[in-house]
């Protein structure tokens, strides 16, 4: 019962990992949603801090590359690890993964750069591994809006369900009176920042 309901696009907080994948500093300048996709990442990080789902973040190459925005608070990541393979899914992550749920993870929010090359891998290993992906769209990037389009597009195809940050965050919390209610809705009470999802 449970797999069909995480089938469905059911969230639950103690099977769920948010993984953040490479939106570092030097891709800023070529891509034209760089800074909304940050705000809207910074609000689902927090409300995953505040309903304490464990989060994972890759830096790509991060020697050349550099770090994570210091516009996002990631203090509270498990592991923060570089790679230079496309998929977050290397060795050191497997093994976090491993050691923070055994086998109960069902479900990754998948986010970050670029939609069409390392997200896209990314999900195709997770999926490949049994788990669901929810990819949240509106914290997502390509440097050309046609890849992120087309990748979005394909990864609806491989079964992933593509998403908001706010779907996101609500299925998380599924009811008023979640302990974290309160907290979150000072978070959601402005919309998201628009990542012309619906021109693309």
Do not use: W
Not at 115 to 140: F, K
Request: charge should be positive; charged fraction near 30%.
């Amino acid at each position: 019962m449970a797999r069909q309901l995480t089938r469905l696009g059911y969230l639950d907080t103690k099977k769920t990992l948010f993984m953040l994948c490479d939106l570092q500093d030097k891709f800023r300048p070529g891509m034209k949603m760089f800074d909304p996709v940050i705000k809207n990442t910074s609000k689902l990080l927090q409300a995953g801090k505040m309903l304490d789902v464990p989060l994972i973040v890759t830096e790509h190459y991060p020697e050349k590359l550099g770090r994570i925005v210091k516009d996002l608070d990631i203090a509270h990541a498990k592991g923060v690890f570089p790679k230079t393979l496309f998929s977050m899914m290397i060795p050191e992550v497997q093994a976090k993964i491993a050691d923070l749920f055994g086998k109960d993870l069902e479900t990754v929010v998948l986010f970050g750069l670029e939609s069409h090359i390392c997200l896209e891998q990314t999900a195709m290993d997770l999926l490949n591994n049994g788990y669901t992906v929810h990819v949240a769209a509106d914290c997502s990037l390509s440097r050309q809006q046609e890849d992120r389009k087309l990748a979005l597009e394909r990864l609806k195809q491989l079964g992933c369900f593509v998403t908001t940050s706010e779907n996101v965050i609500f299925k998380l919390m599924k009811d008023k009176q979640h302990p974290a209610f309160d907290k979150v809705k000072n978070l959601v009470r402005e919309p998201s920042v628009d990542t012309e999802l619906s021109k693309l």
